[in-house]
């Protein structure tokens, strides 16, 4: 039987993941931040113990709260450091991902189109992105893609907080609503159901066309 | 019923999502080149008369051979300014695509990465990427989701033309092979059964992790 | 003595890329729209047949109105394919650049996020640029080096003609003020002076830190 | 009178840039190693104490050996995550760049074309990349100019390093040779004498026409 781990999977995106992929016969772990913490990498190393393989790894976690550049503490840089890049690299350099398999990155749209209140994350999702696309080629010699998904604004508790008006905000949008998490499930889902492959090594803006960015 | 046009519906990439379509009971109508050449605006004019809405469009074409630079002619620019671009433009300008319906375009990797033996293809197939992209954005008004699709190598005949020793270019692949037209169709087939919507104005590298370019 | 040709050299930021190379002793032939209209490509040939060499070329020129897509016509497609890309390919085919010259090709910052105002111009610039990219590698051999430069907000008398209330919208700008042509001429001037040869192949922002892609 | 801040400008590209602007009467500090750690968050603070404002800064650091990614530790990442990163962050967190001035930060062609060997330096430059996009515009309101060269194949110790066979390696580019680090001295210094602004938040591949992506 196929099997799923998915980081930060007890809500939003993660979440969403983790109820299409049961859809369809994957046994999946759903980790929540009880079972490991990103942002502490001893808790990473912990549940490496138990966990060090997988057909299917979903790299996900939840970012900093918005804070301007000048009020960003060297505490505040490590420890995203570790949340948003090094706990990842931790997981990939001890990890056995099966052949055949795949590892999605949930990144976000940041990573190209950076933000001034989400600087934190622009930088630390946007290191691991290049670390991820170095990486794809390797994995691609076991068969297994490498799936980096940016998404914009979607209906998470998370962009509920962000963003004050979010009705408001709906309407500045091309679509003029929020993306679903259940849609970037269902996404994932759409992939591996078919078993596409030969998508590996890019990173697929989900925004509801919202980025203006040619590519 | 679901409604599908596929432009250039009898092989290679065209032909495999014509068959994946088919699949989930997709009233597909896949057109040859006697049914409309996009090189020539009066074939195009004319398929328009007859086929004036759909709820999914596949705006898909061959590109020319290889040409090097200095020995393209105006009636080669021409053309393929016509094949490429122009029959694309008019169709977008003429056919009603219904709401809630899908455009995919079959672009190429070289949108991205040009090539100086595909030197026409890649500057035409950039030019409708950006009138794609913009065009995203009004189509989202109406929910339907535009999507452009650039593979990299894929087994289809073209390929087999243009590459001399097709086993020794597999090795350089970092999936140590070509992709299948058929991942390409069973791709497109997943967003739409999964009515993915929110993916929409994005370019989605599909090379098996051959590009180096970060996004 | 070194010479150059400037296309659209009679005004805006052709005249001032002449104006600034003057500065430096360099023998400018700043082309007006009598001397060489690049929607004409009897005129490119024409004009070719007494500019057959140089030793930098400025390919610059003006775009179109502003026009939705679904207005824009056949005649105004082939119009604009000719201004803003055939007449240079034409250019390219048929003049001799001399070893360690420059080309330089002013085009704009539609390229990277495009525009539904100025759609022809993102289509046709992009195209053009793709051409260039690939071209750069042929040239970098002469020790020739391309430059594409991609122009935001300037200070022209096209930038007061397409925008209503300049003075406001100065202010939504990073910078709080268009860019002016003198500030591309001396950047083109001071590439040129100080013989900087190893810049090639690039597409250069010149937007006051305007455009919001992470490159 | 001008006052720049050099770091790294004991050698390479940073002494190549410190040479350039003492040609235009500016009064150059070229930090070595001595002055400035920027692995070394405490050597930061210190430099700091006595280096608080300048008109003109140079972000420069040498980067890595050369480390697989599943050899690097996490001694490696903290150390380079320092230097390449966070010591930059540091410093645009205290020092007080004066109105009109310039910024340049020296990055890399990996940060756009990651590279296995520089996955490190990859990472890192990338997610400083992303903070100095982001601060551009707000360097801008104050007239400062954020500049981004990514430089390619230079002709450096470290590319000597770094690369076995040279002259096998200058054959495969397309200007057959390595660029000089006084090129991008002198570029440095062509923007600064002519005093150009408006080139700003921009990043500038500088590789004499090796990358293969369209920007």
Known sequence: MTRAIILGGSRGIGKAISDSLKLIEIDVFAA?????????????????????????????????????????????????????????????????????????????SVIKEPNSKLIISSAYRAAFSEVFKVLSKEYAQNNISCINIAPGPINTDRTQELIKNVKEFEKTL???????????GNFVKGIIENNIKYLSGVTINFDGANSNYIF
């Open 32 to 108: 929540s931040k009880n079972d490991i913490d990103t942002s502490n990498l001893n808790s990473v190393k912990k549940f490496l113990e138990t966990h060090d393989q997988t057909d299917i790894l979903i790299l996900n976690t939840g970012g900093p709260e918005p804070k301007p550049f000048l009020t960003v503490t060297e505490k505040d840089w490590n420890k995203y450091h570790n949340q948003l890049f090094l706990g990842f690299c931790t997981i990939l350099q001890n990890i056995k991902v099966n052949d055949g398999g795949y590892i999605f990155l949930i990144s976000s």
């Open 174 to 184: 091309p679509m003029k609503r929020l993306g679903e998490p259940e849609e970037i």
